[in-house]
């Protein structure tokens, strides 16, 4: 009968350490919110610029429509006709910084079909505009360098006066321009970095609130693992509620199995023993070699049967879900039995345990293991059998081990008898008693664990026995 290998003790992974839920739906809603929002900081600086280009424009505009009335020579007794003919240099101070030398804002009016400024305004002091060509458009606008060497935003546009084509500029610094808008993306920046972090926190609020059924049915059935309850709470929302009522059917279920492996091993044993007994008795009140040969068999038989009998149960318990024990009291308990049983020998018996140690397993289990490997060191050992249990770390499953040691002072076993000693059936002295199970037992009921039983000698000059058997630390 074989089983499956065993899963990691403590629900721990042999592979990589995933990421948690929470954490991945907190990151991805986080990386997700960061990059809206930091779109929408940009869009919303880009719309703010836009318009504050527009703006910026449509002042210049007015200025510009200012020059042009400035321009046209008109009067009460002009002929309309020759009014739109002349042209006259304009003396505009529409706004006070025109006339300050080098004050950011510059106007120029020059002939469509020539490069040369025809008027200029006071504060350009003698010094060029630089404006681009406007080409055949009848407006243009655009950013250059000042006189000062300082951006200017210059709005350009083409009038006909008359059959005369002419270029009017009106430029303006844009220091304040870019200013405002500096300062409007350091409050966009601001607002959305906090929006942000509102955000983020809420998500995660709604994460860890979200998930919180998810951690009471692992509490649940974490309990279920430690043998603290028979069935996981159902008593959650209705996406998860179905999975615990699955799981509670899986359990019943295991355990439905368990009893009927139980229950098929108990009749065959009791089916098969009265036979045998009665074939063994009658063998032995009879001579002959046909009777002797009849009896040995008949031992043989009841050997193998109750073996794989013992395996058979073994292997029924291992299935068994939620299922552990404190390894102290067992231990100890069968410590001082030990005590009394080999009283007439004078027998002492060391136990050290280190911290609280519980076996993934059935406390009977442990019970059968320990208590053989205790007797047999009890029955070959001079004075004295120490017992010691410690927790160790499996590194190739990355599982949680505990290591059970069982040392005597007796004569110990070579390589050779300690390899034969956990053979089925095998005994080393016929003048002790015993079936010859006891080790083979161990060692098959260790293996249906995931364990492992060793012989080597002990420092105490004889048998040292090593059991490693998985642990299951509660959480």
């Known amino acids: 009968m074989t089983t499956e290998p065993d899963a990691p003790a403590g629900g721990k992974s042999s592979g990589k350490p995933q990421r948690s839920l929470a954490t991945r739906l907190v990151f991805v809603a986080a990386l997700w919110s960061t990059i809206a929002l930091a779109l929408a900081g940009v869009f919303l600086v880009s719309l703010y610029q836009s318009a504050s280009e527009r703006a910026f424009d449509a002042q210049l505009e007015i200025h510009i429509k200012a020059l042009i009335s400035e321009m046209i020579e008109t009067g009460p007794n002009a002929d309309a006709d020759a009014a739109f003919q002349a042209v006259r240099a304009p003396a505009y101070r529409g706004d006070p910084r025109f006339s300050l030398p080098l004050s950011g804002w510059y106007w120029t009016v020059r002939r469509a079909s020539s490069p040369s400024i025809l008027y200029a305004s006071e504060s350009l ?76 926190l809420a998500i995660f609020l709604q994460v860890r609130f979200g998930l919180k059924p998810l951690t009471r049915l692992r509490a649940s059935l974490s309990a279920v693992r430690l043998g603290e309850a028979e069935r996981i709470d159902e008593a959650l929302p209705g996406e998860i509620a179905p999975l615990a009522v699955e799981l509670n059917a899986l359990i019943v279920s295991n355990k439905e199995i368990v009893e009927r492996a139980r229950t098929h091993v108990g009749n065959l044993a009791h089916g098969l023993k009265t036979p045998l007994s009665v074939i063994s008795n009658e063998a032995r009140a009879s001579e002959g070699q046909l009777a002797e040969k009849v009896a040995e068999q008949s031992e043989i038989m009841s050997t193998q049967i109750q073996h794989h009998l013992e395996r058979a149960r073994m292997a029924a318990q291992r299935r068994v879900i939620g299922v552990s024990c404190e390894t102290e009291p067992i231990l100890a308990r069968l410590i001082r039995a030990m005590g009394k049983i080999y009283q007439d020998k004078g027998i002492r018996v060391d136990f050290d345990q280190t911290g609280e140690l519980r076996f993934r397993g059935e406390s009977q289990d442990l019970e059968e293991m320990s208590g053989n490997l205790i007797d047999n060191a009890c029955k070959w050992a001079s004075s004295r059998v120490a017992v010691a249990v410690v927790r160790k770390s499996d590194q190739a499953t990355n599982r949680e081990m505990l290591a059970l040691t069982v040392e005597d002072d007796g004569p110990g076993l070579s390589p050779e008898q300690r390899a034969e000693a956990v053979k089925r059936g095998r005994r080393l002295d016929e003048t002790v008693p015993g079936t010859g199970l006891g080790l083979s037992i ?34």
């Not at 210059?154 to 005369?164: A, K, N, Y």
């Not at 039983?453 to 048998?463: F, H, I, K």
């Open 125 to 200: 002091v003698g010094d060029p505009l630089n404006a681009p060509p406007i080409a055949d458009q009848e407006s243009s606008a655009g950013f250059i360098a000042g006189p000062t060497e300082d951006e200017v935003r210059v709005l350009q546009q083409r009038i006909s006066i008359g059959e005369e084509p002419y270029v009017i500029a009106v430029g303006a610094a844009t220091a304040g321009f870019w200013a405002d808008i500096a300062e409007f993306s350091r409050m966009v920046t601001l607002t959305l970095c906090i929006v942000g972090v509102g955000l983020i």
């Open 442 to 475: 161990v060692a098959d009921l260790a293996a249906l664990y995931g364990g492992t039983l060793q012989l080597e000698s002990s420092a105490l000059g004889g048998l040292k026995a090593t059991l490693v058997l998985p642990a299951l630390t509660a959480e």
